[in-house]
């Protein structure tokens, strides 16, 4: 947050320790023990519409949203659409796109939208993507969003011994794949069985997803 904060010249006006008592205090006014937390900053007051004076900041608590159960046991699919977003790095309120999108979405029965650019792959709406080959996985390192999920599946990668890459990924690639997967706050590791309307691998949810799937789980159960 406070990485996207600085790429697009804001600064968080609270610590961290701050940010902790308030989520702390919104979930027991809530009478929650599991949400999900959004984080909003925004320029905030200015005299001529552009320039800042004051940013804004303000902390939301909304049900934990999940995809059903039969996603991760049966694979889901996503569709693909050529945008690259501004300032990919940072995570903004910018869902134009998805949004646009989101009626071709559902008529195709996707959950995602996988943007790409100029013959490369890039990253989801909403989460990144990840490819599986002769058992290493591989995920697009540039003009993307390094999603914190991203990073601790990386993370369970190496700590289960499986070869994985940070790489330029083709979209080639999408139809030679033994398997491939998305991973977000809310979507976990999710399995992919079709990209627009092409099967992947068998069809079916592939060993190296379901692997980084239940170590995922079992290391979010351990907090």
Known sequence: FRHSA??????????????????????????VSDASIRMVLTG?????????????????????YQFPASVFAKGAKIITHEYERSFPRAKTT??????????????AGAVEILYTKNKLVLEASTSNIFLVKNGRISTPEDGVLHGITRGIVLALAQK????????????????????????????DVTPIVSVDGKKVGKGSVGPVTKQLLDAYRKLVQEY
Request: charged share 30%.
């Open 6 to 31: 600085e790429i697009i010249g804001l600064k968080v006006p609270v610590g961290e320790a701050v940010v902790r008592d308030l989520i702390t205090k919104l979930c027991k006014k809530n009478r």
């Open 44 to 64: 905030g007051e200015t005299r001529d519409g552009f320039s800042m004076i004051r940013p804004s900041f303000f902390i939301l608590i909304e049900d934990l």
């Open 94 to 107: 910018n869902y134009s796109t998805a949004l646009m999108l989101k009626t071709k979405k559902e008529r």
């Open 160 to 187: 289960l011994g499986i070869p994985h890459t940070c790489r330029a990924v083709r979209v080639s690639e999408l139809s030679t794949a033994d398997e491939v997967f998305l991973t977000a706050t809310n979507k």
